[in-house]
């Protein structure tokens, strides 16, 4: 295989700006950083860009080389001939045999053998790409290649049968979906062929002249006519891609083409607002002082991510064979020429560059030389009977790593959505208003009415009782007469019959009852009296009635007065809209001029900068009383509120402690004065998530130091915190949960007792909540713990696979190896090397698919010490070499 011999000449031909730092995770503020910032030349593609003021990150465009495995085709015709190519992966060079006895050496970014998976193709090529477009910077991710070496493969394979086949299209939308938030963000996705410098739409296939428009002054392209699809899941983006395949075989047959004679173009626009940027509005409370608050627009990120799948790069038949004249056969070819021209001049920094020869290169003007981040994968075959193709495809990408781009932020103010928030506001303002109004006004009617109605009411009842009583009277008047005049009947008659009469007699008699008549006038008259003074009675409470009317036709009055007030606010509130559209015009205008610094207007500026002080004030005033309870109370005595009946008394006591614990200098006199003791009956005891929070913060502070680590140990500290753990729905409880136990996890002599409590369970347990803080802490716990046991083995003390393979901490630390979250991915990393230095964990950990993380970090890692770490022990593994061997890896 090796052409390397003595004998033999050797030649390696170096890319004059080798900035070698592998792809992998790449955050922007390194990239490029020892490339040196290339002079905005004035060739550039994306030359006259954006504002001045912003300069952007130089970042070069990185090329990774794929090799295809033989197929069956050449597996057979090529079967006594070597491969034209060798790649090592190692150096990142590949060698191009140019005959029996002599190689051509070049260098790139990255090397993907035949054996390269999809996945690692993704990760290498795509990934750090589509994180930069997530944090609004354009990408471009391209594939440049003969026909059937694989840019299909590479990009566009769906993955229906075997999900491990997906391309760099289908993993690329998966991140980005995970990524941002459907309610504040939005992905939109256009899907285009260019054949014959003809652009078509591949989601409607009428649509088949699409016109490039570019902004003269920002000099983004953008294409109006082409259709836009909003995707808000991976499965609608699937049948979206296999849409826009099915147009793609129709337009093909319909122009006499194959797909290998065009250019397939996918656009993924990413909106997102930026967090921070907004507060909330403030209709509920209608306190207009607060309405300034909400008159501060979002800050938009605009970033696109483009995926080029090239037409084949091999020569086409000069004579037209396909079917197609000389002109149409130069007309074919011309985008990709065009675009090998470019890339010469830029690669060149030549003053020229041929920008618009072709809609190819007008379409990629921001990937090559522009502000986006550009990852070109350029895939070649294996076949001695191609190498005159794949030596040219590699001289392509030799000149494309000399292309350096400025990345730049693509982020603005959304005034329009400002405005509309606020004209929302004002409608519901003004709805709120009449609806009020409305009611007030029924209100006052409905009374007015009432009173009315008991007024008549006592009237009429008045009026039916004096009638009544006059009949009554009247009556009895007449009956008293008629007895009378009866009696006075008879007694004439008993005169006139019986002379002897006795008059005396009959004048008592008749005077008893007109003294009975007398009494009863008497009443009847008292009976008028009280009558009378009920209905003077009556009038005076006609009269408060009317005084009341009166009162709530004063307050309609001032209702009517608050209402012109308001609308006088509402009308300010307008007039500031329309001064804030007005700013904010000038403000878009300035920033295009390029003159001024973005910024907020001044007068928010301020506010904010007024309400800072007062912040800053309260929390020292905090620290400086609890500092004073501590001096004037004692800990004696704030500990024993620990155990107060009220449940606040007891939030603030362990809050204090808590703030005590976190100073060493205060450590040992709490637990002297059996302060961790009480902390930990307080967790099993308390039922309040607040203090189960503080109470494990102070015991993570405290189990730093080894003698508590026993006492916490001995007091069933570790029951304690899972079950706290299992109960939590804060996670910066179990943050604080999580700390604790990684603490106790870095002390030798509590490896056994610790598992077997179910301190391992607890902390993967903990996981699930998905909080980088938790999770960060759980990594901590495990590094610690597998150092722990590293150490034992290694003194002979432990014998047996490791306990966390045994409660299954493997397929998580596999799973977060290459976590984004430094800290959680260093000591999961540290971890891993811990295991692996022993033996008996060897075979689980090839099978949990540790053995490539390993070979991952011995090559990738960033920190040295690790990286070193990995190395040695990969290497004095006689069972991790063994299957490296078997799969055919160099080590
Ligand atoms: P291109 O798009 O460059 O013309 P394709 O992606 O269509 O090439 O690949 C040509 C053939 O080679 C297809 O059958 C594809 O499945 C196969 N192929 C390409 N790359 C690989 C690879 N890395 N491993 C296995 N098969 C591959
Ligand atoms: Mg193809």
Known sequence: ??????????????????????????????????????????????????????????????????????????????????????????????????????????????????????????????????????????????????????????????????????????????????????????????????????????????????????????????????????????????????????????ANTRLNTESSRSHALLMVHVKRSVKGGDLAHSSQNGNTTNTAKSLRPTLVRKAKLVVVDLAGSERIDKSGSEGHTLEEAKSINLSLSALGKCINALAENSAHVPVRDSKLTRLLRDSFGGTARTSLVITIGPSPRHRGETASTIMFGQRAMKVENMLKLKEEFDYKSLARKLDIQLDQLIMEHEREQKAFEDEIERLTTDAQNQISEAERNYANAM????????????????????????????????????????????????????????????????????????????????????????????????????????????????????????????????????????????????????????????????????????????????????????????????????????????????????????????????????AAGAIANLAMNETNQELIMSEGGISLLSITAANAEDPQTLRMVAGAIANLCGNDKFQNKLRGEGGIKALLGMVKCGHPDVLAQVARGIANFAKCESRASTQGNKTGRSLLIEDGALLWIVQNANNEASPIQRHIELALCHLAQHEVNAKDMITGGALWELVRISRDCSREDIRNLAHRTLTSSPTFLAELRRLRIDY
């Open 1 to 250: 295989m090796s052409s390397g011999g003595g004998n033999y000449r050797n030649e390696t031909h170096r890319n004059s700006n080798p900035s070698k730092p592998a792809l992998k995770n790449k955050s922007l503020s390194t990239v490029g950083a020892s490339s040196g910032i290339r002079k905005s030349s004035p060739g550039s593609l994306g030359g006259g860009g954006a504002a001045k003021d912003d300069a952007g990150v130089p970042g070069r465009v990185r090329v990774a080389v794929r090799l295809r495995p033989r197929n069956a085709e050449e597996s057979v015709a090529d079967a006594d001939f070597v491969d034209c190519v060798e790649l090592q992966p190692e150096f990142k060079r590949l060698k191009l045999r140019k005959n029996n006895w002599d190689t051509d050496t070049y260098e790139f970014d990255d090397m993907l053998t035949e054996f390269a998976s999809q996945k690692r193709v993704y990760e290498v090529v795509a990934k750090p790409v589509v994180e930069s477009v997530l944090e609004g910077y354009n990408g471009t991710v391209m594939a440049y290649g003969q026909t059937g070496t694989g840019k299909t493969y590479t990009l566009g394979r769906l993955g229906e049968e075997d999900t491990a086949d997906r391309g760099i299209i289908v993993r690329a939308m998966e991140d980005i979906l995970a990524d941002v938030s459907l309610e504040t963000d939005s992905v939109s996705v256009s899907y285009l062929q260019l054949y014959m410098e003809s652009l078509q739409d591949l989601l409607d296939p009428t649509n088949d002249n699409i016109s490039i428009v570019e902004d003269p002054k920002s000099g983004d392209v953008s294409l109006p006519g082409a259709t836009l699809v909003e995707i808000r899941n991976q499965q609608s983006f699937l049948e979206l891609l296999r849409l826009g395949e099915a147009h793609r075989y129709a």
């Open 467 to 694: 009638e009544k009583e006059r009949l009554k009277y009247q009556k009895e008047y007449m009956e008293s007469i008629k007895k009378l005049e009866e009696k006075w009947m008879m007694n004439q008659q008993k005169q006139g019959e019986r002379k002897m009469a006795s008059t005396a007699e009959e004048v008592a008699e008749l005077k008893r009852l007109l003294n009975k008549e007398i009494s009863l006038r008497k009443a009847a008259e008292e009976e008028v009296n009280n009558l009378e003074s009920q209905i003077a009675q009556l009038k005076i409470s006609e009269a408060s009635a009317n005084s009341e009317v009166l009162k709530l036709r004063k307050m309609l009055e001032d209702e009517a007065y608050q209402k012109e007030k308001l609308e006088g606010e509402i009308s300010t509130l307008q007039t500031q809209l329309l001064r804030l559209n007005f700013e904010a015009d000038e403000t878009r205008r300035r920033l295009d001029l390029g003159g001024a610094p973005r910024k907020v207007p001044g007068s928010l500026e301020s506010l904010i900068s007024q309400a800072r002080p007062q912040v800053n004030d309260l929390e020292n005033g905090e620290k400086a009383t609890i500092a004073n309870l501590f001096e004037q109370v004692g800990l004696q005595k704030i500990l024993s509120l620990l155990e107060a009946e009220d449940a606040d008394v007891r939030v603030h006591a362990v809050k204090v402690v808590a703030n005590l614990a976190a100073e060493e200098s205060n450590q040992q006199k709490i637990v002297e004065a059996g302060g961790l003791k009480s902390l930990l009956a307080l967790l099993g005891s308390s039922e309040d998530e607040t203090i189960h929070r503080v």
